[in-house]
């Protein structure tokens, strides 16, 4: 995988890749094209037949680049919502210990304002790396752990709520650590890049004068290269701090409401 287009504009990116897509089509295009046409250009209706053979083989792969980005749209979809629901679930942790008892309440909550510091500064630069932020020694969700064996609470209520908050929160995280490594099979990947020689291949075939075959086929290859880039940039939502891009905003709301209660 090309991790490099993470660190890109996403319009820069999909650029590159379109003409990179154009550039191998002219190549192709202008040095197999004498080779073919000695080859293969017997009959008088080949552009006709090659043609039919080209909408068949689109249709397929047009259709398995549009179940991918589907596919790596609702991941990337899942991911943010993941993100904000853990974030909605964090600060309602938070607020839930106004109710408690002192040492507990200030505990609880510089704990739970550490964790969302930590998740900010220390976390996202891993995930947008591909890495599962693993803490340190000093973890936050231990720390939390610890303080609520500790903690006995007063009433059924409080306990029943606190428990299912909890619960909520431990459930969010969990799902926003998987979607960090939930990528695309790499046996999809070598398809799709099967499928862009294969398209390169039926264009390459047709015996058109050279500006009637490089403007056309240009055309294709550079939108078949920016939805295979979009297809990419989707896969593997957290790299990058480009546009196409799980952003922490969501903590950063949440841990400014922590400061201001």
Not at 158 to 180: G, M, N
Not at 197 to 208: E, G, P, R
Request: aromatic share 14%; hydrophobic share 45%.
């Amino acid at each position: 995988m090309f991790y490099w287009i993470y660190d890109l504009p996403t319009w820069l990116a999909m650029t590159l890749f379109g003409a990179a897509f154009v550039g191998i089509f002219w190549l192709g295009a202008i040095l197999l094209s004498p080779i073919v046409k000695s080859w293969l250009h017997r009959q008088s209706d080949f552009n006709a037949t090659l043609g039919n053979y080209l909408g068949y083989f689109g249709v397929i792969y047009g259709l398995l680049l549009g179940l991918l980005e589907i596919g790596t749209y609702e991941n990337f979809t899942n991911a943010e919502k993941a993100v904000a629901n853990e974030a909605a679930a964090l600060l309602a942790l938070y607020r839930n210990t106004a109710s408690y008892p002192e040492p507990y309440r200030s505990d609880f909550r510089t704990l739970i304002r550490d964790y969302a510091r930590t998740t900010i500064g220390d976390a996202w630069p891993k995930q947008r790396r591909g890495i599962i932020p693993v803490p340190g020694n000093a973890n936050p969700v231990v720390g939390i752990h610890h303080r609520i064996a500790e903690f006995e609470p007063e009433t059924r209520g409080q306990q029943s709520v606190h428990e299912a908050t909890l619960r909520q929160f431990l459930q969010t995280r969990l799902e926003r650590l998987y979607s960090v490594v939930s990528d695309m099979p790499s046996a999809m990947w070598y398809v799709v890049a099967l499928g862009a020689i294969f398209n390169f291949a039926f264009l390459w075939l047709f015996d058109l004068r050279r500006g009637h075959h490089l403007l056309p086929g240009g055309m294709i290859s550079f939108f078949t290269g920016t939805m295979i880039c979009l297809i990419g940039l989707l896969d593997n939502p957290y790299r990058g701090d480009g546009d196409v891009s799980v952003s922490p905003q969501a903590f950063e709301l949440a841990y400014q409401q922590m400061l201001q209660d």
